[in-house]
């Protein structure tokens, strides 16, 4: 089995035309350079998709450290009153408030045997 084609090529010029043989597993010029075209711009696509894929990711991850950083000062605010709010003078003042009044001196009064009975 014969495992050559030919094809004819017409030359403008001399109108001559040339037979040229191809095997058939060899690989043209035009192919390879479809193929390395095809490729470079497969890469090309790749590394734009990827380099924006990589910045929206940047923008995010700023926008979270901004949430964290505005969270973090909020929070600082809350303990702030919380302590206020649980201070002595605060709670001595709320005490007033609501007519209680201070304790003096505490006295314990002794009962000879059992206070509760069953």
Known sequence: MNRHYSYAQTNSRAGAIKT???????VRGETW????????????AA?????N???ASTFELNDQRKKV???GL???KIET??????SISRLEEEARLMGLVPIGRVKYIETPGDVAVK
Do not use: P
């Open 53 to 55: 894929m990589a910045a």
């Open 20 to 26: 040229r043989k191809l095997a058939l597993g060899s």
């Open 81 to 86: 009153e919380l302590a206020n709010q649980e």
């Open 47 to 51: 590394y734009i998709v990827l380099s």
């Open 74 to 76: 909020k929070n600082k």
């Open 69 to 71: 950083e505005e969270l």
């Open 33 to 44: 350079l479809l193929f390395l075209g095809s490729l470079l711009l497969a890469i090309s």
